[in-house]
């Protein structure tokens, strides 16, 4: 391969972490501003890395939200269920279900800036 197309690529892909990254934080303050507590609950179970991503992005983020383990928790395994969820996170925003993390689905329900 020659060298130029591997710095070529390199070079893409650098770009493409600090774009995602870029989104990722402007996300984050638009959400700290305008959630309120309860707007969120993420139904989670406890081998989820995407439940740990979310929640990591939650924290660094200081959005509020609630979680429930449904391996820890009956009425929680109980709400997933009656949700018809097929994997988690599933999350709950102002009554409306989300299946995985989902940032620009969740921000739309809450009112967000419409996509483009």
Known sequence: MPRSLIILVAVVGLASWAWRDHVAQQDGRWFAQHVKPGDIRMIS?????????????F??????????????????????????????PTFVVRGQRVIGFDRLRIMNLLGGPAPG
Not at 50 to 56: E, I, K, T
Not at 60 to 85: F, H, K, M, Q
């Open 45 to 57: 179970s406890e081998t989820c890395p995407w439940c740990l991503a979310a929640r990591r992005w």
């Open 59 to 88: 924290q660094d983020n200081g959005v509020p939200y609630s979680e429930c383990v449904i391996e820890r928790d009956t009425r929680c395994a109980a709400d997933y269920a009656a949700l018809g969820a097929v994997g988690t």
